[in-house]
């Protein structure tokens, strides 16, 4: 997948050859995301052109001040990695800034798609551009004036209700990250560096791989996980808990993500891992005891493994 930066506005014909794009922020890349960019991928494989998608950086609702999406389901560089994985041809990263955020639909028709020379662009139901969101699909299809075909994609639902970030972001605040991931078509993931911790998860005999999260990820609610995580290309199992650690008084007032691993114990401090959360176990809690801590480390162990051996029979049907 070619990867391309833009920024408005756009050159007349800045590309050779006519394509099909999608456009959208595409934040989770979700079941309704992955809709329209199948639809876009496979007309244009009918139409032999490539297919390729416009989203934009930073997230429009991040340089609107929106507080809530200071935090992403996909930051750029996991958004691009599912689109690469869904068979998109290019992916456009449009600049967005103060001048982009203040363009009207008409300019960014004629001096962003124009010079694209769009065949077919593809956008979901909900689709606005332009200052203050003034434009829409119909308004879209209006300006094309013939020039290009705009397709709009009716929402998707599942169990008969409409799949949406907004959606996917409140499940993961609540800790159900399992439905996210079934809105996601995928389990939710983080990736981050292993760091060092206090050591103490080694000294009471479930040592931790410290996670510090790389980029500006959606951090579910405090509480213990089943999770799979890709360390140094291999899958393991294991546990973790996102949270403040009450029981040892820590005094903490942002969530660490700490996982004991599975059968695994090599050294990978500094090491990137990706962590797949599975289930969602039990709240945090303050115990009476670190022996009480312990015990109920046990029982999160024994659920999470049988949360994974669940899902990976699932996975084998």
Known sequence: MHTVQLTFPLPEACVADSRVLAIGEFDGVHLGHREVIRR????????????AI????????????????????????????????????TTYIVDFNETLM?????????????????????????????????????????LAGGRFAVEVVRP????????????????????DVQEAGLLLGRPYKLQGRVVHGDGRGRTIGFPTANIEVSEDYVIPANGVYAVVATVRGRKVGGVMNVGVKP?????????????????????????????????????????????????????DAD???????????MQNL
Do not use: W
């Not at 429009?60 to 068979?87: F, H």
């Not at 659920?303 to 029979?313: G, L, P, V």
């Open 40 to 51: 876009a991928v496979e007309r244009g494989a009918e139409l032999r052109l490539p297919a």
């Open 54 to 89: 416009m989203t934009f950086h930073p997230h429009p609702r991040q340089v609107l001040g929106i507080d809530k999406y200071t935090q992403l389901l996909t930051p750029l560089a996991a958004k691009k990695e599912q689109l690469e994985a869904l068979g998109v041809h």
């Open 102 to 142: 203040r363009v009207s639909p008409e300019q960014f028709v004629e001096q962003m798609l124009i010079p694209l020379r769009v065949n077919t662009v593809f956008v979901g139901f909900d689709f606005t551009f332009g200052f203050k969101g003034a434009g829409t699909s119909d308004t879209l299809c209006n």
């Open 156 to 175: 998707f639902e599942l169990r008969g209700e409409k799949v949406s970030s907004t959606q996917i972001r409140n499940l993961l605040l609540s800790g």
């Open 247 to 299: 029981t040892f008084d820590t005094g903490l007032l942002q969530p660490v993500l700490e996982a004991h691993l599975f059968d695994f114990s090599d050294m990978v401090y500094g090491e990137t891992i990706e962590v797949e959360l599975l289930g969602f176990i039990r709240h945090e809690r303050k115990f009476g005891s670190v022996q009480e801590l312990i015990s109920q480390i046990r029982q």
């Open 303 to 313: 659920q999470a493994r049988f949360i994974i051996a669940e899902r990976r029979s």
